[in-house]
């Protein structure tokens, strides 16, 4: 049974911090794409970022780009989301998911994914 666990979120102030981490199991991820998604209130969820398991080849949606930083640790099978510079926008609970690579992948479709977290609150007051 595949199992991604969310963890790391809270509240900070903006322009701070914080390094949020996805832990998997239940199967080896190669062959697969971990991404980063967020749901803020009344929003639909957005395609934050997301990186190849086997050779990490990294993707960012624009509004993160220079501020997050995604990586993965493949010996722990987690992956990360390092943020920097946060803003009050964003705001939402952080979700990860994991997708098997196929013809044509594309990072920010949340239907090519297969497996969901349950997802981790990431609130940034101004």
């Known amino acids: 049974q595949v199992q991604l666990v969310e963890s790391g979120g809270g509240l900070v102030q903006t322009g701070g911090s914080l390094k949020l981490s996805c832990a998997a199991s239940?199967?080896?991820?190669?062959?697969?794409?971990m991404g980063w998604f967020r749901q803020a209130p009344g929003k639909e969820r957005e395609f934050v970022s997301g990186?190849?398991?086997?050779?990490?080849?990294?993707a960012y949606a624009d509004s993160v780009k220079g501020r997050f930083t995604i990586s993965r640790d493949n010996a722990k099978n987690t992956l990360y989301l390092q943020m920097n510079s946060l803003k009050p926008e964003d705001t939402a609970v952080y979700y990860c998911?994991?997708?098997?690579?196929?013809?044509?992948?594309?990072?920010?479709?949340?239907?090519?994914?297969?497996?969901w977290g349950q997802g981790t609150q990431v609130t940034v007051s101004s």
């Open positions: 990186i190849t398991w086997n050779d990490g080849s990294k």
């Open positions: 998911a994991a997708g098997l690579l196929g013809t044509f992948w594309s990072y920010a479709r949340r239907d090519r994914y297969d497996y």
């Open positions: 239940g199967r080896t991820f190669v062959n697969y794409a």
